[in-house]
């Protein structure tokens, strides 16, 4: 089944064009992730999910219902968690989260309630008023609030943005568990960390458009192998292996810093072929490291690649 169905949207502000024809569908009991650069879309995109704007052109749908046309049962089986810090101070948690149940018509839903705030470690603070929590409580209470109607959809805007390590811990596991009960999550994150452990599948936008849109493994098969990084406690490269040098695109030096170099490498069993090599021309390792390939690398590789006007996807 498919829990978002997003056809053809595209919306402008004072003819500037945030979203450019976005076409995806995440199904039922997926954990995917929505990545790009500021700026890309992200939000616009969430945004009309979420039926907070409607879209010039194309449609949505949430369980099958228009967010436009059919909004009260699209937001029913929605839970959204918002970037920004949105809040009642006049309510303690408890009474905010009963409040947001009563938008949905649900009544004597303590116990969910509960559950909800034991999982977020929220308890303690559930006859706090909303104005005396630090923000990463702020947050938790956030991630109640969209949970509190138990949708099958939830969509997380950067929920650990500025946030400690605890929450993180304690949201993840709490999300997982859902996710493994069969809620769909998606996910719009700057830690790519966050993303690479938590989705199953990923598009990535730019300047309102979708560039890329695969499984995590598709995508990191992208990067043709990986980098080996040595250290040379005496010699240099050796002139046949210079081809292999990662470019830094910071510093404009062909990837050596000193001794050090970075080769990119398409198999493992090149590796002994590199060392030969070095030792060879006389050169003499100090350390040795192999690195693999991860969605930062994707991520730079995949914007590189639209910014200069080449198919992404």
């Known amino acids: 089944m498919t829990a978002i169905q997003i056809n ?13 024809g976005v076409s995806l569908n995440i199904e039922q009991g997926e954990f995917f992730g929505l990545l790009g650069p500021n700026g890309a879309g992200k939000t616009t995109l969430i945004s009309t999910i979420a039926g907070l704007i409607r879209p010039d052109v194309g449609s949505v749908k949430i369980h099958g219902h228009d967010v436009v046309t059919d909004f009260r049962n699209a ?3 929605l839970g959204v968690v918002p970037q920004e810090l949105v809040f009642d101070p006049f309510f303690t948690v408890r009474e905010t989260l009963r409040l947001q149940s009563g938008y949905y018509g649900i009544k004597n839903n303590d116990g969910w309630i509960d559950e909800i705030m034991h999982n977020l470690d929220l308890t303690n603070k559930a006859d706090v008023n909303m104005r005396a929590l630090s923000g990463g409580m702020k947050r938790r209470v956030l991630v109640a609030q969209a949970l509190v109607h138990k949708p099958p959809v939830i969509v997380l805007d950067e929920p650990t943005a500025g946030v400690d390590v605890e929450l ?3 949201l993840w596991k709490f999300i997982s568990r859902l996710n493994r009960e069969g809620h769909t999550v998606v996910l719009t994150t700057h830690y790519l960390e966050e993303a690479e452990a938590m989705c199953q599948r990923v598009a990535m936008l730019k300047l309102g458009e979708v560039v890329a849109l695969d499984s995590m493994q598709g995508l990191l ?6 980098q080996l990084i040595v250290h040379l406690k005496e010699g240099t490269l050796p002139e046949g292996l210079r081809p292999l040098v ?3 695109e910071q510093d404009g030096q062909a990837g050596a810093k000193g001794n050090r170099y970075s080769l990119r490498i398409n198999a493992p069993g090149e590796v ?15 350390e040795m490291q192999l690195q693999q ?3 930062e690398d994707i ?9 200069a006007g080449k198919g992404a996807l």
């Open 168 to 170: 993180r811990q304690t």
């Open 272 to 286: 002994e072929a590199i060392l030969a090599r070095l030792r060879e021309s006389g050169a003499v390792v100090d």
């Open 8 to 20: 053809s949207v595209e919306k402008s502000y004072k003819g500037f064009k945030a979203l450019k």
């Open 293 to 295: 390939a991860d969605l």
């Open 246 to 248: 990662s470019h830094d």
């Open 221 to 226: 098969r992208r990067v043709s192998g990986s």
């Open 75 to 77: 937001r029913k089986n």
């Open 299 to 307: 991520f730079l590789q995949i914007m590189g690649d639209a910014k």
